[in-house]
T-cell receptor, first 112, second 116 residues
Framework: GESVGLHLPTLSVQEGDNSIINCAYS??????FIWYKQESGKGPQFIID?????DKRQGQRVTVLLNKTVKHLSLQIAATQPGDSAVYFC???????????FGKGTTLSVSS | DTEVTQTPKHLVMGMTNKKSLKCEQH?????MYWYKQKAKKPPELMFV???????INESVPSRFSPECPNSSLLNLHLHALQPEDSALYLC???????????????FGDGTRLSIL
């Protein structure tokens, strides 16, 4: 079946460290991937996306890396701050290309 | 502040009640979505509307009935729900769907639903 999973359910880092959140996806035909951040009591918030014709995309303090060979997606957060504490989900297109499916999520905890 | 507005934020209802969840967006998006999210789980797709027509129903029980009155509004009518339907119900929108375009979905903050 279709599934998108994350390698680690939780990640704890110190303020100022760099964080790397990983995701293994299953649909090799997906041409679009996206990362969301969900804080407690809120809906998922768009962070960054990447199309399959790219290997890397950078935003403000965030970088997404795509390795299509091993079907792996990662989110790097530079100089992690306490406000980055949240659950992070990766998502990919389903097999039909009609919707997004979400991975299991990684809870990032940042201590100061 | 989210650009997708959901009301109410919280809803408690009995199993025999009828209630509706509402979602509104003014970004000119032509695709709107309902997701269900249980605690500590990812959002699960329920319905997709594209140009005000239902395009995907992920085998959702008939006690959930979606409605798209116009391109800015999306409702989810609830009737005879079960305790296991207690969850966070999220609405999202994107520029278009069918096929899904490579654009992010924008989410509201959800309605926390509790079934007694």
């Amino acid at each position: 079946g279709e599934s998108v999973g994350l390698h680690l359910p939780t990640l704890s880092v110190q303020e100022g460290d760099n964080s790397i959140i990983n995701c293994a996806y299953s649909n090799s035909a997906s041409d679009y991937f996206i990362w969301y951040k969900q804080e407690s009591g809120k809906g998922p918030q768009f962070i960054i996306d990447i199309r399959s014709n790219m290997d890397k995309r950078q935003g403000q303090r965030v970088t997404v890396l795509l390795n299509k060979t091993v079907k792996h997606l990662s989110l790097q957060i530079a100089a992690t701050q306490p406000g980055d504490s949240a659950v992070y989900f990766c998502a990919e297109k389903n097999q039909a290309g009609t919707a997004l499916i979400f991975g299991k999520g990684t809870t990032l905890s940042v201590s100061s | 502040d989210t650009e997708v507005t959901q009301t109410p934020k919280h809803l408690v209802m009995g199993m025999t009640n009828k209630k509706s969840l509402k979602c509104e967006q003014h970004m000119g998006h032509r695709a709107m979505y309902w997701y269900k999210q249980k605690a500590k789980k990812p959002p699960e797709l329920m319905f997709v509307y594209s140009y005000e027509k239902l395009s995907i129903n992920e085998s959702v029980p008939s006690r959930f009935s979606p409605e798209c009155p116009n391109s800015s509004l999306l409702n989810l009518h609830l009737h005879a729900l079960q305790p296991e339907d207690s969850a966070l119900y999220l609405c999202a929108s994107s520029q278009d769907a069918e096929p899904y375009s490579n654009q992010p979905q924008h989410f509201g903050d959800g309605t926390r639903l509790s079934i007694l």
